[in-house]
């Protein structure tokens, strides 16, 4: 049962059974774990959305956007969720509580904790492969293919920046929810094999199950474990390559809409008009709306619905706890085709997602919607320009915390900063011989600016933040370092296996297994919804 804990700031509490049975009650729920993304990673309840404390106020309006909503939070019992939930009551969140115990209480009382990001969107893939037979073929067969001139097209359906990292030799770049759309050009004949690769599994069986669903002539195959099996495989993966699906032409577009339509169709995916989106917009004080363009972002740059987040299909469906942090929530998809929409819509529904419907309409806004800040910037006379900083640093009058993602920093800070996660700035502080004025900096000084008070009520020096943040200092002509000074360890971001130091192939082997493993444990979590439509009739 919920309960109270004592002090000023007194907050809710639910133990493992209560939430437990929120999760099941099919009322909207916004559970939010605030550790860092690294510790985060390690263990975590299945439906928690990654919000880590540090960047709270930067991003929990875009992800929890209604005021009212059901909230959880939750932490390792280290009072990050009570610091949290002071901020939100703060910004007029009314429905707070957290975890009794965090994760670890979770566990002790049975429940299944999970490693990695992503999760429900992983195990989804594994289920998706596990339920509708999706075919794959292995790298070293595709391979043998390549050298047989056999006639196949390879489709990389991760986005472009991905794909021009690495990719597959002689693939195009197809992203997700684009292939439905783009396929029957690029591969006009049924006698054509398809393969679908992304950098793992995930998109690749969603990709390949999509092609299959929309009913395409051609063999449709995933390439088992994507890059990182090619990889493994002892095989070589291009880089910087820009060869993208052009767009798709009039026959084309006219076979995509026609299996887009079978689609919805067997899907249940409907449609709404732009009145019906309107006056959803106005109960959003009863029930959160989300409100994503699901085409590629250039679509979306060049021209979009006043209000709609760009979230490219594909992306949505593979990370869709990154774009919807309330279950149960009302969920629009724009897609002036249709077909991109229609496709990431089947899948969500799938999902469990009940509430998904489809807006064909293109828009003519060409800004992003901003969502609110939370918390308090620092005032003018907190703040010091770029010219005031680089003199103070010359005279040695000044000390630097960069806040930025620990990445970000890694690429280029200003000379001498030290790094540190805003959450914990007193032990970063306690490794660091503060001399003169502490000056807090971030990518653009936002988050430095949210960190003035933080920091002040930690030490005696003054403090204050750099106007633009660094992306101002370097604007300004300014020199940026590589030369790391660590006052806290990065574990504000999880890597991905082939970014990490170390036995890449080691980190690579163990994280495809852990996707596959995923459909196992899900079963003993046994909160998920997925169900697979019945396949079409013969």
């Not at 037979?133 to 359906?157: K, Y």
Request: aromatic letters at 6%.
């Amino acid at each position: 049962m919920p309960s109270f804990t004592p002090g000023i700031h007194a907050m809710r509490t639910v133990d493992p059974h209560t939430l437990k049975a929120m999760l099941g009650d099919g009322a909207e729920l916004a559970l939010v774990d605030v550790r860092e993304e690294l510790i985060f990673s390690q263990r975590h309840l299945l439906w928690a959305r990654s919000s880590p404390l540090s960047r709270l106020e930067l991003n929990f309006a875009r992800l929890v956007p209604r005021r009212s909503t059901r909230i959880v939070l939750c932490d390792d019992d280290d009072g990050l969720a009570e610091r949290a939930a002071k901020i939100l009551s703060a910004a007029g969140y009314n429905d707070i509580a957290y975890l009794a115990g965090g994760a670890s209480a979770w566990a002790d009382a049975g429940y299944e904790l999970f490693s990695g990001v992503h999760v429900p969107s992983k195990a989804f893939g594994e289920y998706v492969e596990h339920e509708c037979g999706t075919p794959s073929i292995g790298a070293d067969e595709l391979h043998a293919m390549m050298r047989g001139d056999a006639d196949m097209v390879v489709l990389d359906s991760r986005p472009l920046d991905e794909f021009r990292r690495v990719s597959i030799p002689t693939a195009t770049n197809v992203p997700g929810a684009e292939l439905v759309l783009r396929v029957h050009d690029l591969a006009p004949s049924a006698a054509t094999t398809v393969v679908v690769n992304c950098a793992g599994r995930t998109r690749s069986i969603i990709g390949a199950q999509s092609l299959i669903n929309a009913g395409i002539p051609n063999k449709v195959v995933a390439l088992r474990n994507g890059t990182m099996g090619w990889s493994l495989a002892g095989l070589t993966c291009d880089s910087g390559k820009d060869k993208r699906a052009s767009a798709p032409s009039a026959q084309g577009l006219a076979a995509a809409k026609a299996a887009a339509g079978r689609i919805a169709q067997r899907f249940g995916v409907e449609r709404i008009d732009r009145a019906m989106l309107e006056r959803w917009r106005s109960e959003t004080n009863e029930r959160t709306l989300y409100v994503f363009d699901v085409r590629d972002p250039q679509d979306y740059a060049a021209g979009h619905v006043a209000g709609a987040i760009s979230a490219p299909g594909g992306q949505l469906v593979q990370a869709t706890d990154q774009f919807v942090g309330t279950l149960g929530a009302r969920v629009v998809l724009i897609d002036d085709a249709e077909v991109r929409a229609v496709m990431t819509a089947s899948w969500l529904k799938q999902m469990g997602m009940r509430d998904v419907v489809v807006l064909v309409e293109r828009g003519t806004e060409t800004t992003t919607p901003a969502f609110a800040l939370l918390g308090t910037p620092a005032a003018a006379e907190g703040m010091i320009d770029c010219t005031a900083l680089a003199s103070w640093l010359e005279r040695g009058e000044a000390t630097v915390i960069d806040l930025a993602p620990s990445p970000q920093y890694r690429r280029g800070h200003i000379p001498g900063a030290w790094f540190a996660i805003r959450s914990r700035l007193a032990e970063a502080l306690a490794r660091i011989s503060v001399r003169g004025t502490l000056v807090l900096t971030s990518e653009n000084g936002v988050l430095a600016s949210l960190a003035v008070a933080d920091a002040a009520a930690l030490i005696s020096h003054d403090v204050r933040c750099l106007a633009g943040g660094t992306a101002g200092w370097q604007s300004a002509g300014q020199p940026l370092s590589q030369e790391p000074h660590m006052a806290d360890d990065a574990i504000d971001v999880w890597l991905k296996p082939y970014e990490r130091s170390g036995d890449t192939r080691g980190a690579m082997s163990e994280y495809l297994s852990w996707e596959v493993d995923l459909i196992e444990r899900i079963a003993r979590d046994g909160t998920c919804r997925f169900a697979i439509a019945p396949k079409r009739p013969a």
